[in-house]
């Protein structure tokens, strides 16, 4: 199971440096939120897919599952969709400004004040 995680990891993070790469601001945004979501799944493999029983406290069960990377990419994955939806209304809000979503056409020189 880890060997395929580990695929599906590397193809996240292969579509996230591309579309990270592009000069599209909304796949800029998407590609951090896959940038993200691989980071999130490389480290719940990170932790082991090895079966264990979850942390619920019931008799007879001795090995439990770590909890605390859990509860940490948890957190992580609703401070990452606030930060993707801040980053869609400041790209949203951009486009409408500027009249488009292109970072080349976005940069800007001192002479075009």
């Known amino acids: 199971m880890e060997i395929l995680m580990s695929i599906l990891i590397g193809f996240l993070f292969m579509a996230a440096v591309y579309l990270i790469l592009s000069r599209s601001l ?50 992580a994955i609703v401070i990452s969709f606030g930060v993707t939806a801040f980053s869609l209304v400041l ?4 486009y409408k400004e500027l009249g488009t979503d292109n970072m080349e056409l976005m940069k800007g020189t001192e002479d075009n004040d």
């Not at 480290?43 to 090995?63: E, F, Q, R, S, Y």
């Open 91 to 94: 790209a949203y809000r951009t």
């Open 26 to 75: 909304l796949r800029i945004i998407i590609g951090t939120g896959l940038l993200s979501h691989g980071t999130h799944l490389l480290l719940i493999t990170m932790g082991g897919l090895n079966g264990k029983a979850a942390p619920v406290l019931t008799d007879g069960v001795t090995d439990y599952v770590d909890p605390i990377p859990q509860a940490l990419i948890l957190t």
